[in-house]
């Protein structure tokens, strides 16, 4: 079964750092790239930030209003993506979803997700 | 990058079809065949439900169609169940290698 799952969240405060997980399990974890989407407390969807495949550089893209304070990562021989997130704000707080891409810039896999809160 | 601009809420009887409007501008949605649409129930993760524009993933049903005239894409639900009652949501590539959702639409069946 293909499968993404997070780990990580909690309760952190402002201005502190937090590292989530996402195992996969199911397919190719290399093959694809990983992206981060969140969404806020009765919100809508915000995509976070994505991570190619070795295949195509393993670079990286983000948000504006999240680049610089966080980094996607991934190490494809435990087939796990991260989130770091540095620099953290009140406005951070939200669900985040691990997603693959595996249709081209859809989001065609996603994890149950995991609750970030950021408060004092 | 702004959001995608949709409706906030369409609602239709059982049986009817409903059209969502995803509009964009020619750096996302009119610039490429990159749009996609999600299903998100109340507390659940979200759902693939169209990719580039029109296609469908393996297991979608088929009264769930897309398509896209110039900035604007669009999710038709044709036939329309109770069990599609949930929020939608748009998604694009844009110019700037990034991806941008759309504000999202509350589906509710009469």
């Known amino acids: 079964e293909v499968q993404l799952v997070e780990s990580g969240g909690g309760l952190v405060q402002p201005g502190r750092s937090l590292r989530l997980s996402c195992t996969a399990s199911?397919?190719?974890?290399?093959?694809?790239?990983m992206s981060w989407v969140r969404q806020a407390p009765g919100k809508g969807l915000e995509w976070v930030g994505f991570?190619?495949?070795?295949?195509?550089?393993?670079?990286?893209e983000y948000a504006a209003s999240v680049k610089g304070r966080f980094t996607i990562s991934r190490d494809d021989s435990k087939s796990i993506a991260y989130l770091q997130m540095n620099s953290l704000k009140t406005e951070d707080t939200a669900v985040y979803y691990c997603?693959?891409?595996?249709?081209?810039?859809?989001?065609?896999?996603w994890g149950q997700g995991t609750m970030v809160t950021v408060s004092s | 990058q702004s959001a995608l601009t949709q409706p906030a809420s369409v609602s239709g009887s059982p049986g009817q079809s409903i059209t969502i409007s995803c509009t964009g501008t020619?750096?996302?949605?009119?610039?490429?065949?990159?749009v996609s649409w999600y299903q998100q129930h109340p507390g659940k993760a979200p759902k693939l439900m169209i990719y580039?524009?029109?296609n469908r993933p393996s297991g979608v049903s088929n009264r769930f169609s897309g398509s896209k005239s110039g900035n604007t894409a669009s999710l038709t639900i044709s036939g329309l169940q109770a069990e599609d009652e949930a929020d939608y949501y748009c998604?694009?590539?844009?110019?700037?290698?990034?991806?941008?959702f759309g504000t999202g639409t509350k589906v509710t069946v009469l």
């Open positions: 997603t693959r891409m595996g249709l081209k810039q859809a989001f065609d896999i």
């Open positions: 020619s750096s996302d949605v009119g610039g490429y065949n990159y």
């Open positions: 199911g397919f190719t974890f290399g093959d694809y790239a």
């Open positions: 998604s694009s590539y844009t110019s700037s290698s990034t991806l941008v």
């Open positions: 580039d524009v029109s």
């Open positions: 991570i190619r495949s070795k295949a195509y550089g393993g670079t990286t």
